[in-house]
């Protein structure tokens, strides 16, 4: 159902969130614009954003757009300042960012990074001369022929539309999340892109079909469709995330791939988009709440196999004989925008992490949370704890100068301080 507060049941033609899918749209509409030689992907972002500004200017001024597609500028990420509702917000959202802190050197290390696709979407806008939204319904809703997709709240309410839901406690039911989306500021790193399954299938055809749409209309070239596919960076602690990323896509090193695709998670909706090139295989699942990783198994490891040949290996799981370390390298406090994380080790060697929600996490309700972590092989450990039915893998990156992990990486790199 849409919402356990109306009862609406969902159809195939009803529309949710796609969440951070969303990036591969950025990046497709910025590698339009490199087609038709607006864009040079190599290029400083400040070649097109002069006003571009983060803490460290030196990084500022040397961020490429291939570094910002690949997340690996270096910034602070997980920024979601709300700049208002107005065709203006991501425009004034990237004004926000001159505090933002430098992690590490650009083009140095993989950290997923929001903020960065917020950026790349100020640039499509200066460069089209337009907002983020009607670069999308312009460039790529129509020429692709969606009916059933949305920029936000206002053109999804057309639709038979989802509600997120979220649980209030470890165990409690989920029920309709308090609102429906992120801030607009952040749509193009994807706090609002909203359709159905078969629209989103549609987007992911076109990549499949060399940069054409079902009825033959050119979106993309071949040369920017191959580019996005190719490997920029390998992923630290690859387990549900991807292996590797490219240029907005992920890349999954799985067998009988290779497979691209991305994930999204807005407030109670979760989205899943694996495509398989030189095959004609693409599966989108999207979801408004419950355990949406289980299902994701479940589905894509039967259809890509029966479809495709592909065979998804398994979510990660505890060791059962879990091998004591030494925790002197990884013991510290790590911190981000939106978490605090204490590394302790006890008397009897065990590791735990204590999470302390900051920023937006904290605004949203998240709690204190301690989980033990368990060592699975070299600087990479699990959580005792699951989130939404997984393990999510941990490691510890660099060296501090002192024989300390600098970073401790799930996906974003969050820095010892």
Same mark, same amino acid.
């Given at each position: 159902?849409?919402?356990?507060?109306?009862?609406?049941?969902?159809?195939?033609?009803?529309?949710?969130?796609?969440?951070?899918?969303?990036?591969?749209?950025?990046?497709?509409?910025?590698?339009?614009?490199?087609?038709?030689?607006?864009?040079?992907?190599?290029?400083?972002?400040?070649?097109?954003?002069?006003?571009?500004?983060?803490?460290?200017?030196?990084?500022?001024?040397?961020?490429?757009?291939?570094?910002?597609?690949?997340?690996?500028?270096?910034?602070?990420?997980?920024?979601?300042?709300?700049?208002?509702?107005?065709?203006?917000?991501?425009?004034?959202?990237?004004?926000?960012?001159?505090?933002?802190? #430098?992690?590490?050197?650009?083009?140095?290390?993989?950290?997923?990074?929001?903020?960065?696709?917020?950026?790349?979407?100020?640039?499509?806008?200066?460069?089209?001369?337009?907002?983020?939204?009607?670069?999308?319904?312009?460039?790529?809703?129509?020429?692709?022929?969606?009916?059933?997709?949305?920029?936000?709240?206002?053109?999804?309410?057309?639709?038979?539309?989802?509600?997120?839901?979220?649980?209030?406690?470890?165990?409690?039911?989920?029920?309709?999340?308090?609102?429906?989306?992120?801030?607009?500021?952040?749509?193009?790193?994807?706090?609002?892109?909203?359709?159905?399954?078969?629209?989103?299938?549609?987007?992911?055809?076109?990549?499949?079909?060399?940069?054409?749409?079902?009825?033959?209309?050119?979106?993309?070239?071949?040369?920017?469709?191959?580019?996005?596919?190719?490997?920029?960076?390998?992923?630290?602690?690859?387990?549900?995330?991807?292996?590797?990323?490219?240029?907005?896509?992920?890349?999954?090193?799985?067998?009988?791939?290779?497979?691209?695709?991305?994930?999204?998670?807005?407030?109670?909706?979760?989205?899943?988009?694996?495509?398989?090139?030189?095959?004609?295989?693409?599966?989108?699942?999207?979801?408004?709440?419950?355990?949406?990783?289980?299902?994701?198994?479940?589905?894509?490891?039967?259809?890509?196999?029966?479809?495709?040949?592909?065979?998804?290996?398994?979510?990660?799981?505890?060791?059962?004989?879990? #091998?004591?370390?030494?925790?002197?390298?990884?013991?510290?406090?790590?911190?981000?925008?939106?978490?605090?994380?204490?590394?302790?080790?006890?008397?009897?060697?065990?590791?735990?992490?204590?999470?302390?929600?900051?920023?937006?996490?904290?605004?949203?309700?998240?709690?204190?949370?301690?989980?033990?972590?368990?060592?699975?092989?070299?600087?990479?450990?699990?959580?005792?704890?699951?989130?939404?039915?997984?393990?999510?893998?941990?490691?510890?990156?660099?060296?501090?100068?002192?024989?300390?992990?600098?970073?401790?990486?799930?996906?974003?790199?969050?820095?010892?301080?």
């Amino acid at each position: 159902m849409l919402s356990k507060a109306t009862g609406v049941e969902a159809t195939t033609d009803s529309v949710f969130q796609i969440g951070s899918v969303t990036k591969v749209w950025t990046v497709t509409l910025l590698m339009q614009l490199a087609d038709e030689g607006l864009l040079d992907v190599d290029a400083p972002v400040r070649r097109y954003l002069p006003e571009f500004v983060i803490a460290d200017e030196a990084a500022a001024a040397a961020i490429t757009v291939r570094q910002l597609m690949s997340h690996t500028a270096g910034f602070e990420g997980d920024i979601f300042t709300d700049t208002g509702r107005g065709d203006d917000c991501v425009e004034k959202y990237v004004a926000t960012l001159g505090g933002t802190a #430098q992690l590490f050197p650009p083009g140095e290390l993989f950290s997923y990074n929001n903020a960065g696709y917020c950026v790349l979407g100020r640039i499509a806008e200066v460069l089209r001369g337009k907002p983020y939204d009607d670069c999308v319904r312009e460039h790529l809703f129509a020429p692709l022929g969606l009916v059933h997709a949305a920029n936000g709240p206002y053109e999804a309410i057309l639709h038979r539309a989802a509600v997120g839901h979220v649980q209030p406690g470890p165990d409690a039911d989920p029920v309709p999340a308090p609102v429906w989306a992120l801030a607009r500021s952040n749509a193009p790193a994807g706090s609002m892109l909203t359709m159905s399954a078969r629209s989103l299938v549609a987007f992911a055809q076109m990549h499949l079909n060399g940069g054409r749409a079902a009825d033959g209309t050119v979106v993309l070239s071949e040369a920017s469709v191959a580019a996005m596919q190719q490997r920029q960076v390998d992923v630290p602690c690859a387990g549900l995330m991807g292996d590797a990323w490219g240029l907005g896509w992920e890349l999954f090193d799985w067998a009988g791939g290779p497979v691209v695709g991305h994930d999204g998670n807005t407030i109670g909706q979760a989205s899943f988009l694996r495509v398989v090139p030189g095959t004609d295989v693409a599966v989108a699942l999207l979801t408004n709440g419950g355990n949406p990783f289980a299902l994701y198994a479940e589905i894509f490891r039967h259809v890509l196999r029966e479809l495709a040949g592909v065979e998804l290996p398994e979510l990660p799981v505890l060791p059962s004989r879990p #091998q004591q370390v030494d925790g002197a390298r990884y013991v510290g406090t790590y911190a981000s925008e939106v978490n605090e994380l204490t590394v302790s080790q006890d008397a009897d060697g065990r590791l735990w992490m204590d999470l302390v929600p900051l920023g937006l996490m904290a605004e949203l309700g998240g709690q204190p949370e301690r989980t033990e972590l368990v060592h699975l092989h070299g600087d990479i450990f699990l959580p005792t704890q699951a989130q939404l039915g997984i393990h999510l893998p941990h490691a510890f990156v660099g060296d501090d100068g002192a024989g300390n992990a600098m970073y401790v990486h799930s996906g974003r790199a969050t820095r010892r301080v």
